[in-house]
């Protein structure tokens, strides 16, 4: 078992900044891919953005590219989501998820483990 738990959610402006952390425990958070995923009222989880088990790779969604950045820092069992120029739709509850999957995947459906999400406001 994984458990996570993300922090670093609140109310920002448009234009503003925010950087939610996810901490992991349990397993060795090396051994997991991770993810970053949004769902909005009313809409289905959607996929942010994905760092490999190094963190050497990574992958955004079109939508949050050049404005979002993901990292980890693997001696923390902690992965991070730097979100700038934040637009209102960009509202959401955020999630971060572990997946055992090797490859790069957006899909939900192929994550193992979720955290609780934590609510990103932005106001126009």
């Known amino acids: 078992q994984v458990q996570l738990v993300e922090s670093g959610g609140g109310l920002v402006k448009a234009g503003g900044s925010l950087r939610l952390s996810c901490a992991a425990s349990?397993?060795?958070?090396?051994?997991?891919?991770m993810g970053w995923f949004r769902q909005a009222p009313g809409k289905e989880r959607e996929f942010v953005a994905h760092?490999?088990?190094?963190?050497?790779?990574?992958y955004y969604a079109d939508s949050v590219k050049g404005r979002f950045t993901i990292s980890r820092d693997n001696a923390k069992n902690t992965v991070y989501l730097q979100m700038n120029s934040l637009k209102p739709e960009d509202t959401a509850v955020y999630y971060c998820a572990a997946t055992g999957v090797v490859i790069l995947t957006t899909r939900p459906t192929r994550y193992d483990y979720w955290g609780q999400g934590t609510q990103v406001t932005v106001s126009s």
């Open positions: 760092i490999s088990r190094s963190g050497g790779s990574t």
């Open positions: 349990g397993r060795t958070f090396s051994n997991y891919a």
